[in-house]
């Protein structure tokens, strides 16, 4: 059996099952480990089937597609792929389901992704393309129904559908006035009757609300959702800034009994995974214990992690035993295929391995550098490089803190650990990476025609003033952090003389213990330590004649180095490509030195192509045809900019404001040199 609904449907009335979904990894080694994980998962855990999920507007097609195909033909496992319509080509969805047939996989999960923009959102044509014709594609789906109803009428009962649904109601602002899911009943009655076979809802912390949701639905007059499968979506809560931003994002409440559990311990991961734990074990009881209608699911967005979700399901016994029928023909391997050769199968590995890291935006706001930066890299659990995978047979015992299992357990954020099957968790699925939304853009930042415009906005916003957020802020971290206010004078000089705009930076700090309210970071009884960087934009003319020569200059290179980048793919750094820089690490009793920050190439890389596409995403949210014509123009003439400093004890934290002081004074004007 393929379709889900099938698989369903020869359980027992009482059996309880569950999927788990996975995102495509943004390297190719990420691949192949994911390739290893989920082979892992799929033998000792043992889910119904996974879900494979698909960036809105089609941005992840491609990879979406590569690891369907992982997942149904080399894996042998029972997949489900998103699919979203709006913004969406319909030649593009027509490819993604002949391909999806092509490979085997017959089950879609039909999303409607984000909303359309044409009138805030200028939709720009692409190769040639008449308005018509991108008028005509945005129009044939506007709804999640619309794609239901297309793939019925063209593929017939071929592909099983399922649907999304929200417990708490749906929205597409970001700070919604009012959700109520009884408002979103007439769509989703529309979706179901349109030819839907499953339902699967967005995560939910707080159970009432889920239960109060389950009951309207098999309770509605218009008895369409009697006997459909409805299945909870859950995340594990792997850190706490994650659970405060993914949060947000959905629109999803969290019960202040959660909130009054995870404050005390929100610095230390491992305390909050382990609470996390008890705390969706209790909301899968809950729902247990709901009259059911059919086999009882549940659907873990795991975020391509594995130990918390694994000691989730242990925890609540969802494995199922090697003898029931969820692991015989109906179990989600339906023809596991021969071990291919290789210690990552048929998939090559092309980046280089580098310690485990994650974001700092993912560690608790107290331990995250000034401002924002989305490519450092944090870990907080282990200072191994990642092992050579062996595969789990069926009969081992499960084990969620083995070295497989565990060696990049922390969340990855857009970009962490390039090995990790979690490297570029999408925390929204959104083609638009600003924190907010077009029209709130406008209102935070305007529509800018100078360079001088834009400093004014930095000026403001390190000063405390308004705007709140910039572009390449985070969107968990509103406001700057404590630690700015220590560094503050320094960023100001760096904006107001050079116009050189910081948008990441941290102070030097020498062993401060764990617990300080402004620096402090894991288990109590701890040190902390941090060199300082800052990171910002700067003109091209400033990097090739003036500050590059300089920090390449035989007196000043020993003390720091740098990463430099621009729009055009250009790179150039002081270090190797192998080269990893521990920022901010710390010394616990009884741990290994744990590494909670770290810059190095291949995450810089990938930030470098997110942080300018958030000038085009700025500019595509103008209606000043001469703002977005500037903001592009800047998008092409500056250069993202990395400094560290490698002095951190007392007495040396200080100088690398000092070096660039020296080079903004006129002591680093040298000649131009080839590069970026």
Known sequence: MVKITDKIAALPNDASFFSLEFFPPKTQIGFSNLQDRLQRMSQILRPLFVNVTWGAGGCTSSRSLELAEICQRQLGLTTCLHLTCTNMKRKV????L?????????????????????????????????????????????????????IRRKYGDFFCIGVAAYPEGHSDESHPREQNFEK??????????AGADFIVTQFFFDANAYTRFEKALREHD???????????????IQNYQILKRTSKLAHCRIPPGLLETLDPIKADDEQVKRKGIDAICDIIREIQALKSHGPRGFHFYTLNLEKVVGSILENCNLIP??????????????????TTNGAHGTIQQTAKGISQFRKPSDLPSSRRPSITSNYLTTNHDSASPAPNTAIATSNQPINTTSREATWDDYPNGRFGDARSPAFGTPISY???????????ARALWGEPTSPSAITALFISHLSGKSPPQLPWSDDSSPSLSPETALIRDHLLTLTTIRNWWTIASQPAIDGLPSTDPIHGWGPPKGFVFQKPFVEFFCPANDWHNRLKPFLKSQSISPEVSFYAGMSSGLFESSESSEAVHAV????FLGKEIMTATMVEEVSFRQWCEEAFGRWEEWARCCRDPEARAF????????????????????GEGGRLWEVLREVMEGKGEMNSVDGV
Request: glycine share 6%; charged share 35%.
């Open 93 to 96: 969805v027509d490819e993604a």
């Open 98 to 150: 002949q391909e999806a047939k092509i490979i085997g996989v017959r089950n879609i999960l039909a999303l409607r992704g984000d909303p359309p923009r044409d009138e805030e959102y200028r939709l720009d044509t692409e190769d040639g393309e008449e308005e018509e014709e991108v008028k005509e594609n945005n129009e044939k789906f506007v709804w999640a129904e619309d794609l239901v109803r297309y």
């Open 184 to 193: 979103d009943l007439p769509y989703l009655i529309k979706k179901v009757q």
């Open 222 to 236: 218009s008895r369409v959702f009697r006997k459909i499968p409805i299945i909870p979506g859950l995340l594990p």
């Open 321 to 338: 035993l090697e003898s029931s029928p969820i692991n015989g023909e109906d179990s989600a391997i339906d023809e596991l295929p021969a």
């Open 430 to 440: 959104s083609p638009c990476s600003l924190p907010c939304t077009p029209a709130q």
């Open 584 to 587: 901010t690490w710390g010394s």
């Open 631 to 650: 903001l592009r123009r800047q998008r092409e003439e500056v250069v993202l900019v990395n400094v560290i400093g490698h002095g951190y004890r007392d």
